[in-house]
């Protein structure tokens, strides 16, 4: 008895969601493999989180969580007493584990994680609920050698993908320079509304520029469409500061160096103390990246780096990517961010009252790829197995023993499993994307011998060949070769050195 097509659930991902293909996998593989390599350099060591955390573990850090304390993420109650939670990041749940294990961790801790983490926001083309990150942290110290490292480990992980220099950007910035700027400018730190449209209007810097910022600090910018943003309210001589502050970096066009914008960001919060340690901070961290010799070509200061995560509370970082590329109409753009992190210095304080520094940084793992692949850096060509076609069933051991020599020389290798014919299999190969295929009948095996198709040089094999005949007869890529020599004429052919 069939169910009626209407009873029949449809086949669809939920939004925000997406599959992931052999070809995306192998090419996120290749990439985190990178990472993890520059990470374990550093001395950072692997730790994996569960997926699931308590919600007041979590806490209401999210940008669009707002008063009720699911908001943002994934949350239900199933058989747990307590509300649960799909992670939003990885550093939430570093903290907690902090917490938890401290005393049996060293301080401070260096841990790296790569994870799947879930968030409830609104989704679009390239924009998922659903995202992979990959995180370094250091907890227990408060050196801003910890920050500069920061720095150092994403230039470093950027050049061993291929990402030359030049073509990306790793910009710091201080929240307690940001803070003594609000300060110097007479913004009350405990007027949230005040200081959040400020630096809602300064995070804009990028994409409007210094007169858009000064529209948004100001009454307030109307767009090209007509739409209406309302301004934080500022006084000509409070915009103007943050303007000329905001203009002394990079992304404003101006050439100076770390040292120049430093001297530029001192003059700016003179006279804020908050502001002057922030300075200090930056300063060292300068200091330690001449010592490695990471130049501003490398890592630069950026006053308009704005973290949106309440909890950072000292260094920021952002990785941006400065290459142009296509967007999905033509035009070309740039890349834009795709690494980020800072300070926080009082995440693990939530769990044990205890005040405990750390400060880390985030890949965002599928961001970074598309750009990759955008750049041509990582390939999306998935290269499948070698095929051993099956000829005769009463023959199964003869082609599983192909079969083993193969895997046993390190040869990804598998033997058709399906009860189709030869052109079905030829197909199959091709699905699969085998860069070569296997052929021995009745004739081969008589002889000793087995046929070896390279099927990278021989793409015309399901469109124009009927039968086995036609497929021995049509031999530009293909060659046959004794049945002892197996093993080594595949892995010359692999090579592309395929000789008869």
Known sequence: MTSSSSNRPRARVPGGFRDLTAADLVARRSMLDTLQRIYELHGFEPLETPGIEYVESLGKFLPEAADQPDAGIFSFQADYDEWVALRYDLTAPLARYFAQNAQNLPRPFRRYQVGTVWRVEKWAPGRFREFMQ??????????????????????????????????????????????????????????????????RAMDKFDKFGVEGVALLLGAGRRDESGDFTKGAGLNATQVDRICAFLSAGGRSGSTADRAGVLATLATAVAGSATGEEGVAELTEIHELLDAGGYGSDRVAFEPSIIRGLEYYTGPVFECELTFQVPDDKGRMRSYGSVASGGRYDGLVERFTGEKVPATGGSVGVDRLLAALQAKGRVSRDWEGPVVVTLMSKRRAPLYQAMVSELRAAGIRAELYLGTSGFKAQMKYADRRNAPLAIIAGGDEFDRGIVQIKDLRLGKELSADIEDRSQWVADRPAQVEVPRDQLVASVQAALAGRLIG
């Not at 990959?134 to 227990?140: E, L, Q, R, S």
């Not at 929240?175 to 405990?190: D, F, P």
């Open 134 to 199: 990959c995180d370094f942290d250091t907890v227990g110290t408060a050196s801003v050698a910890a920050d500069g490292e920061v720095c150092m480990v994403f230039a470093q992980a950027l050049e061993a993908l291929g990402i030359a220099r030049g073509d990306y950007r790793v910009q710091v910035n201080d929240r307690k320079v940001l803070n003594g700027l609000l300060e110097v400018c007479g913004i009350a730190l405990a007027d949230a509304d005040t200081v959040g449209a400020v630096l």
